[in-house]
């Protein structure tokens, strides 16, 4: 099997057409209707199981 390839020395450029971002006042009317839940216990929630 061959080695993996060193991404810094053949890594190409990849353009794409993205579409334009939402005007700020569309991404912010978006962002309030969002709901939030309420803070609770994390119980059993483990770093050691979930590393970031």
Do not use: I
């Not at 060193?6 to 569309?26: K, Q, S």
């Not at 009317?29 to 994390?42: G, S």
Request: glycine residues 2%; proline residues 13%; without cysteine.
């Amino acid at each position: 099997m061959a080695a993996p390839a060193d991404h810094a020395t053949t890594a190409t450029t990849v353009r794409r057409n993205l579409p334009e971002p939402p005007p700020a006042d569309v991404v912010r009317k978006e962002l309030d209707d969002l709901t939030v839940a309420a803070p609770h216990p994390m119980t059993g929630y483990s770093h050691a199981k979930f590393t970031h």
